[in-house]
């Protein structure tokens, strides 16, 4: 896949098909950018259930046609009862059941925020017709739905609520091309269409989703949900050559993923000739990054830094980026980050762009399908540290540290870039590969998102700190980066592993330019 599409009019991209026309759809009823999102994020959460759903969060950045960015994060706090004592005798917050279940659900706070905030006038059944329809009628299932369905059936299985009876109903995990349909889930899009998206919070939705928990052992309660709010922070920005970066406040990693590129932008002009070279300074800016992140960045209310201060220091940031050494690696021993996650974008013909992402944090979240609506409910607060004090612990009303992160770019030529991807540890570093490829590479947009990528720490599945390459790069480039001290592992090409990334350029003269990743099951959907 290697033909960047082109359009005028609208354009979606995403990692499902169906979803991406669910969301072109919507544009071509005169839908706005951030509707047709809607369509296309509902429609992922029926037709790509491994990835996400509407019990997850999600964040948004919308760059409207005055030029303005602004950020909208659903994001779910700890419950009132997810306390140290609920622990005991735990060392970390279980990865799935009841006790991984532990957060608050913002996928739908944000979804009601944004359009809000849209000029849009699609009424929400318009909105979720598509989503609906797949939820009731079935979708096929995926070859990579269908190999995390085999991989983690067992533990799935065996957490209480009706997984095994949505997700296995002959008996076995649910394989490719066979029909998932999931008549509850649709039952509860109906009900928010009739009552409106705030009843998953504050009205007879929300008294659903609190029995279910409460039955399946959840700490979270109706009050968790009913003081659940959305939030508008100010987007992170900074300048590099060429353009501003935008990505999302804390507690996202948009941080790290802004660091990356304005610290590759100082080092530039010492990076020689070749691929071996780009990687090498990129993944040293990204271990650069992460250190920070590391340290810093988690719930707003606790931080001790400023994210926005940071980036505006060009001391700071020149100090960071002296610490590159492009003769050698630095030794990277890290625990790194797991997530599962699903990026989209849209642009309008109006110049509204949408860059988003939600998620369920691991596959299928928490495990928990909860049976009167059908919901898989995520384990985001399963990344919370059972500590009495210090980064990420658990405490009541406390948001987890995330890796969802959606990006921005306005070019100083009137260029403007939507890009992101899943991936856990993999989305700063994705994100960096795909812009530096088409931005300063000068590489077409959909060859930026094909070619092969690198990630620096966890695989699938295991704890890995290698440096793991994509098949497909010169021979040399791993031989390069073996003699700068890389810990090299080339994996096969199109893994999964490197993330579903995709990106919409909206040029000045209207034109719209997307790609899709050949590593998911997506396409770019235009006229």
């Not at 609920?86 to 925020?113: D, F, H, K, M």
């Not at 353009?243 to 660091?259: E, I, K, R, V, Y």
């Not at 409910?377 to 980064?391: I, V």
């Amino acid at each position: 896949m290697l033909h960047t599409t082109s359009a005028l009019r609208g354009m979606v991209t995403s990692p499902h098909h169906l979803a991406s026309q669910a969301g072109l759809d919507v544009l071509k009823q005169g839908g706005t950018a951030a509707e047709a999102c809607v369509a296309t994020a509902a429609t992922l959460a029926v037709v790509y259930p491994h990835m996400n759903s509407i019990g997850g969060d999600s964040f948004w950045m919308v760059s409207e046609p005055d030029g303005s960015v602004h950020a909208v994060h659903g994001c779910g706090s700890a419950a009132a009862r997810a306390d140290l004592a609920l622990y005991a005798g735990c060392r970390q917050v279980p990865w799935r059941g009841p006790l991984a279940a532990n957060t608050v659900a913002g996928t739908i706070s944000a979804w009601e925020a944004v359009l809000e905030s849209s000029a849009g006038h699609l009424p929400l059944d318009t909105l979720l017709r598509a989503a609906i329809g797949y939820a009731e009628n079935g979708v096929p299932v995926t070859k990579g739905g269908a190999d995390i369905a085999a991989g983690k059936g067992a533990e799935l299985r065996a957490q209480p609520g009706d997984y095994a009876r949505v997700f296995e109903p002959q008996g076995r995990p649910l394989v490719c091309g066979d029909v998932l349909v999931q008549p509850a889930l649709a039952r509860t899009l109906r009900q928010l269409v009739r009552e409106g998206l705030d009843s998953f919070y504050r009205g007879p939705l929300a008294q659903a989703l609190a029995d279910d928990l409460d039955r399946l052992g959840s700490p979270v309660s109706l009050n968790d949900l009913r003081d659940h709010r959305v939030e508008r922070p100010d987007p992170l920005h900074t300048r590099i050559g060429g353009a501003t970066l935008f990505n999302t406040a804390p507690p996202t990693q948009g941080l790290a993923s802004l660091l990356i590129l304005a610290l590759f932008d100082r080092v530039r002009a010492r990076v020689g000739e070749g691929e071996a070279t780009l990687v090498h300074h990129l993944v040293e800016a990204t271990k650069q990054a992460f250190i920070v992140r590391d340290r810093h960045v988690g719930d707003p209310a606790y931080m001790t830094l400023d994210p926005q201060n940071l980036l505006d220091s060009d001391g700071v940031k020149d100090a960071m980026a002296a610490r590159i050494d492009s003769n050698r690696a630095l030794p990277w021993p890290y625990e790194p980050a797991q997530g599962d996650t699903v990026w989209f974008s849209a642009a309008d013909a109006r110049g509204q762009v949408v860059s988003a992402i939600q998620s369920t944090y691991f596959e299928f979240g928490s495990g928990l399908v909860l049976p009167q609506t059908g919901i898989i409910w995520q384990n985001r607060g399963a990344s919370l540290r059972l500590e009495a004090d210090g980064w990420n612990c658990l405490r009541p009303g406390r948001k987890p540290f995330h890796t969802l992160n959606p990006a921005l770019a306005r070019f100083d030529d009137g260029r403007v870039m939507a890009y992101g991807t899943m991936g856990g540890e993999g989305q700063p570093q994705t994100q960096a590969a795909l812009f530096s490829r088409y931005a300063w590479g000068e590489t077409p947009l959909q060859q930026a998102v094909t070619a092969p990528r690198w990630l620096l720490g966890r695989t699938w599945g295991e704890e890995s700190t290698s440096l793991k390459l994509e098949a497909g790069m010169a021979d040399e480039v791993y031989t390069q980066l073996r003699a700068l001290g890389h810990d090299v592992q080339v994996v096969p090409a199109f893994n999964s592993m490197m993330g579903h990334a995709g990106a919409i350029v909206r040029k000045a003269n209207g034109l719209l330019e997307g790609a899709s990743d050949p590593r998911s099951d997506g396409l770019v959907a235009a006229f």
